[in-house]
């Protein structure tokens, strides 16, 4: 089932009120809909760190950092895979190329945000040799974490802790940073292998929060964690009862309920609507997505589904778009009220700006190299934060 912008950032928010330590966000495409999702999770969330994926371009990379600039802790993720197979399928790239492409997306990541990731995707199916080259080259790079991802389910604990142990001993870099993990459980078998991972070193595990039926198995590799890790030197800091609650209010959020009141798992639609809604009809469908609004945000989203409408059909997805875009963006702190900037050859620039702070007027008045320096400078000394 798809879900709604409310539904996600819900999700985001007690995810880390729980503690997650780490909040990796979906595909980042670079479309409105990613732009405000990802803006939104951002600037509310402030206990876990926001992880970014980055595309197969630089110019992927700037945006997905653009669209999370403003959280707290950041991550940008850059993802490549690592098997024969992958690598032809995903990128259509010869394993030299693939190294380049790794290179040059994790130097970007790397000149822009000082906390990245990069993700070897397949790992466990690639040739060793290659993979340790990919994971050497990423280390050098300035990643901070590298994740080894298990497509393919099919190892046993024991071949898990020794392809994991054969990692470390031909990449000694790889004790610099932190290992990750991320594990399939085709086999059933993915707690056991997690388990093995982390007696074996790893120092951080993925699962999905949205994959159908993950709940479960996220609660269960808590509960075996909590219960093993004790007598190998690590625990589960996570509170058990915050979590059984917390994942009891996902669960509700993830299912549908049909009209006999079960739960199912069916796939929400995108449906068009009619083009000639009225703004009463667009509020009540607004109110089904589940969001509470004012009278004014209402009428701003009949305002865009008109101008909308009257260049093409507006689908169910795109009226959450909008009302995500009116109704879900941190509300302004500042808004400017007057500037004035005082430049010459004999006089250091200086500058003087005023604004308007949650009703109340403030200012500041500084100098800088130039106006443009001194315009940053009296904003500084408004906000008392350095941009």
Known sequence: MAKTFKEKLEIAK???????DVLELSIFTGDKADDVLVKTVSSCVTKSIISSYCGNTLEDVEKAYLAM???KKKRLLVSVPVSSIQMEYFVSKKPVAVLELLKNLTEKAVSLCSDVEVSLEDATRAELEFLYKAIDLAINCGAKTICLSDLSGNLMPEEFCAFINGVYENCPSLKKVN????????????????LSALNCGAGAVKISALKPNNLPKITKVLSAIEIIGGKNGYACSIDKTKQKLITSKISEITAEKNGDGIISNAREKSEELSPDLSEKQITELVKKMGYQLTKEDYAKIYADYQRLAGKKNVSNYELNV?????????????????YSVQSSNVLTATASIVLNKNGKQVSGL????????AAFRALENICGRHF
């Open 14 to 20: 007690s995810l880390s009120d729980l503690g997650i």
């Open 69 to 71: 600039a403003n959280a």
């Open 366 to 373: 500084s100098y800088g190299n130039g106006s443009v320096d």
């Open 322 to 338: 909008i009302v995500a875009t009116v109704a879900m963006q941190v509300p302004e702190t500042y808004s400017l009220i007057s």
């Open 179 to 194: 290992l990750a993990i991320s594990v399939s459980d085709e086999l059933s078998l993915g707690t056991s292998c997690i």
